[in-house]
């Protein structure tokens, strides 16, 4: 029987499928929701200093019948200090939780990390990577420098491991991934969202309220399989010893095969929940698990970067 | 829409006609082909401004339909003062609708809720139903739908100024104590569908409400409208006493544009 459980957060999780951060886990009732389909781990929505309304309506919408989502939510969050309520509420359904915070600058990450280390997060997720949010996110996180200067602020202020959000909206993403591990991370996690936008031509008018924003969903996964595969070549060039995390467009256990073997130890999952629900869940550790059955793998380990031996 | 028509984010429309259905209630017509059902929602764009939901307030099979808008803010002011020829952006139908079960069903209505209601009510008229449809209002003024070809229309006025004098709960109250139902549906405001989901409980008659909370994506992603764990935008907006019965926010608490949680 295959194992599928993975151990990268601290506690163990039973699969390595982690809900992604903004979908579906705003409110901790929510979050529960995934678990009880089958979710191993929850990244919290993204959470700041203060509460923010985000962003004006249209906030998000399907485009071409499944192949994906263009959001500008506008990190819609209700502040540090009340989110407690809505950990505290998602930790009640036993898996590891991840909080998730945007801020400025270092002072800002660590002071959040800090919070969310406080209401029992087993690990923070630096979110270095929305790209639809002034002064916050891919405005900060494109640069690998500033990357390790806000990682190595928060990795002194915390306890618990810390992984970097990256965005693919950049040429080279395989140099912020070594910084941010360089200055203390435990991992990354990739992909956030690719910058997007659409026009209605009727009005002449981009459609949403910000009217740019990102990408999501199966449009986005050959993005996130070579932003991953490219991490995990840069980690073995330099004898690291990493976590790599992927996100962006998995729907299938297809999806995620690929993600592991270009080198990702976990993954998460987010858009697809606009079809198939969180019963995706089940279906997706379900397929992991029949695929390494019949193709004789025993640990998820054994199948990690695996494409990256391959001949080319 | 498939990707060979191009990937569009909404469906521009023109507004074919425009109807006042009160002060400050308008319907808008519009032409969009898609499998509408009784109880679904819209998100509309009032293009360069903002985006709201609106339940579908008719569905006809040649793709006719309306949204009925009360004007209470900016957008839906926008939309209260747009006149036939201008366009809207439509997305959608999105959510689950009516389960349109019971023989004798009490229908119970208030506010803007009404313009979802209506196509219930309409529609177990079609299909033969015994419906009676209770609408609260403030004044006569207010009241949205009243004359409805095919149905017992009871009202109820806070000021007396139509119908029975006092809250539309008390008017369906009175009702299910001279007859029998077997089905309650309601829209309104909460603290109403609230009221009557304890009527129905008590009473052991079969409920369902369309529920409305501060809505974003509009397709179960973003978790603006949260309840319970449940998205009304894509778990509801109709939802069944048996969920509802479990949900201890409803009629209590919701939350605001940050996801702070609020009281009702
Ligand atoms: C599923 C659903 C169906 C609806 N159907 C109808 C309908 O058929 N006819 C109709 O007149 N109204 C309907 N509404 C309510 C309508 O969407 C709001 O009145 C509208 O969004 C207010 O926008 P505004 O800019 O005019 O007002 P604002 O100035 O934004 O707010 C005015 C009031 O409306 C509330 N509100 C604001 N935004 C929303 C929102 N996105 N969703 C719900 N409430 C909000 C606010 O809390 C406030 O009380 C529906 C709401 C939902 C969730
Ligand atoms: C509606 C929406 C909201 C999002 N909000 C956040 C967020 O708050 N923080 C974050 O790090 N990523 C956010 N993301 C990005 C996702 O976590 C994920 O990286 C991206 O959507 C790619 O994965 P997917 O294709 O499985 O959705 C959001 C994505 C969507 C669609």
Redesign the pocket.
């Known amino acids: 029987m295959s194992d599928l459980s993975v151990n990268i957060v601290g506690p163990r999780m039973k699969n390595p499928l982690m809900l992604a951060s903004g979908i579906l886990d705003e409110t901790g009732e929510s979050m529960l929701m995934a678990v009880k389909k089958g979710a191993g781990a929850v990244v919290t929505k993204s959470v700041g200093l203060e509460a923010n309304e985000g962003h004006r309506?249209p906030t998000a919408f399907e485009i071409g019948d499944g192949l994906g989502l263009l959001n500008a939510m506008g990190l819609p969050n209700p502040g540090i200090n009340d989110y407690e309520r809505e950990v505290k509420i998602a930790l009640t359904g036993g898996v590891p939780v991840i909080g998730s915070v945007f801020g400025r600058d270092g002072k800002d990450f660590s002071y959040l990390a800090g919070k969310m280390e406080d209401y029992g997060a087993s690990a923070v997720e630096l979110n270095l990577s929305c790209p639809h949010a002034k002064g916050v996110g891919m405005d900060i996180g494109a640069d690998p420098e500033e990357v390790g200067i806000i990682v190595s602020a928060v990795s002194s202020a915390v306890s618990i491991p810390v992984f970097a959000k990256l965005t693919p909206n950049v040429p080279n993403i395989a140099d912020i991934a070594l910084s941010a591990v360089k200055a203390g991370a435990e991992g990354v996690v990739a992909i956030n969202t690719l910058k997007g936008m659409i026009i209605s031509p009727e009005t002449g008018l981009p459609v949403l309220g910000n009217r740019l924003g990102g990408l999501s969903g199966p449009a986005i996964l050959p993005v996130g399989v070579r932003s991953v595969f490219e991490i995990k070549q840069r980690f073995m060039k330099e004898e690291v010893n990493a976590v790599i995390i992927g996100v962006g467009g998995i729907s299938s256990a297809h999806d995620a095969l690929q993600y592991i073997m270009a080198g990702a130890d976990a993954l998460q999952i987010g858009s697809v929940m606009r079809w198939k629900g969180a019963a995706v869940f089940g279906e997706i550790a379900s397929g992991i698990s029949d695929f390494m059955d019949r193709e004789g793998y025993s640990t998820i380990k054994d199948m990690v970067g695996i494409a990256q031996e391959a001949k080319k | 829409m498939k990707h060979s028509e191009g990937l569009k984010g909404t469906d521009i429309v023109e507004i074919e006609k425009v109807q006042r259905e009160t002060h400050d209630?308008v319907s808008l017509y519009f032409t969009h082909h898609d499998d509408a059902k009784t109880g679904q929602?819209y998100m509309v764009w009032i293009p360069g401004l903002?985006e709201?939901?609106?339940?579908i307030?008719a569905i006809e099979e040649d793709g006719r339909r309306s949204?009925?808008?009360?004007?209470?803010?900016?957008?839906?002011?926008a939309l209260c003062t747009m006149k036939a020829g201008e366009q809207i952006g439509i997305r959608g139908p999105f959510?689950k609708g009516y389960t349109l079960v019971g023989k004798r069903v009490l229908l119970v209505g208030g506010g803007?809720?009404m313009?979802?209601l209506i196509v219930a009510a309409r529609e177990y008229a079609r299909v033969g139903k015994d419906v009676t449809l209770c609408i609260g209002a403030r004044t006569k003024e207010d009241l949205l739908f009243g004359e409805q070809a095919g149905i017992k229309v009871e009202v109820s006025t806070d000021d007396g100024s139509a119908g029975f004098h006092g809250f539309v709960t008390d008017l369906a109250e009175r009702l299910l104590n001279e007859d029998d139902y077997d089905m309650i549906v309601t829209c309104g405001p909460e603290i109403m569908m609230k009221k009557m989901l304890d009527i129905a409980s008590a009473r052991e008659i079969k409920y369902e409400a369309?529920?409305?909370?501060?809505?974003?994506c509009g397709i179960g992603v973003c978790d603006a409208?949260a309840i319970g764990g449940y998205r009304?935008?894509k778990g509801?907006?109709v939802f069944p006493d048996t969920i509802l019965l479990k949900i201890d926010e409803f009629g209590e608490r919701r939350r605001d544009a940050a996801g702070r949680v609020v009281k009702l």
Do not use: I, Q
């Open positions: 309506n | 209630t929602f903002d709201v939901p609106m339940s307030s949204v009925t808008v009360k004007d209470v803010g900016e957008a839906t002011h959510g803007s809720g313009a979802s369309s529920l409305e909370r501060l809505m974003k409208c009304v935008c509801g907006p």
